[in-house]
């Protein structure tokens, strides 16, 4: 059973071009959870998504950034107009339709995307 | 606003000895989980504490929940090389976790 599977890994974008991150839920699993990660910063939440609803954004930045859960393939992040600041390591993470990630139940994240801005 | 400090933020000892790291926060949490992220890796799930005074063992790693549950520690009895990393704690609700800052830890052979 394959883990959460983010893609790419490593990502480079010029300043003003688009980064799409895309994450592949555990099989089975329909809750995703969107994080990122700066340097020496810890974990911040910025979304969380069920298949086709957006159920909790408060962390999303209000410009430039989106994300959406379709109902066939992968949840995809999106970047616009990429700054230097956007560069960090994204994360996603996932958990089963019964087992909302609440902090006592478990969710698994991906390896990440690092995304660089040059 | 819910914040989780973690301390120390850096630490580095040598192979053999303990140390114990500390997650503490002015909030309740009902429940605080314990991650371990490996440089290039996404955290995994180590523990999850859920009653107040709570104490529970994973082999060398001995974790507590504080009587109030404000409070967690982590602490490792004779650390090795392969337990570096990044220590992370984390607590929330519905799906938005907060996370603190972690402790790095470096374990030298």
């Known amino acids: 059973n394959a883990g959460v599977m983010q893609n790419p890994r490593h990502l480079v974008r010029r300043r003003g071009q688009e980064a799409r991150l895309r994450c592949s839920p555990m099989?089975?699993?329909?809750?995703v959870y969107w994080y990122r990660q700066l340097p020496e910063e810890g974990l911040k939440f910025m979304v969380y998504l069920q298949k086709e609803n957006i159920i909790d954004e408060s962390g999303m930045p209000k410009e430039r950034f989106s994300a959406e859960f379709p109902k066939e393939g992968p949840s995809i992040l999106r970047i616009q107009q990429v700054v230097r600041g956007d560069s960090a390591a994204y994360f996603c993470?996932?958990?089963?339709?019964?087992?909302?990630?609440?902090?006592?139940?478990?969710?698994?994240f991906g390896q990440g995307t690092r995304l660089t801005v040059v | 606003t819910q914040l989780l400090e973690q301390s120390p933020q850096f630490l580095s000892i040598q192979e053999g000895e303990n140390l114990t790291v500390y997650c503490n926060s002015s909030s309740v949490f009902s429940s605080l989980q314990w991650y371990r992220q490996e440089p290039g890796e996404g955290p995994v799930l180590l523990v999850t504490v859920v009653t107040g005074g709570e104490v529970k063992k994973l082999k060398r790693l001995t974790f507590q929940f504080g009587d109030a549950r404000k409070d967690s520690s982590l602490h490792i009895t004779a650390a090795q090389p392969g337990d570096t990393g990044l220590y992370l704690c984390?607590?929330?609700?519905?799906?938005?976790?907060?996370f603190g800052k972690g402790t790095k830890l470096s374990v030298k052979p």
């Open positions: 993470a996932s958990s089963p339709p019964s087992r909302l990630w609440t902090g006592n139940t478990e969710a698994f």
């Open positions: 099989k089975g699993h329909s809750h």
């Open positions: 984390a607590g929330g609700s519905q799906g938005n976790l907060i």
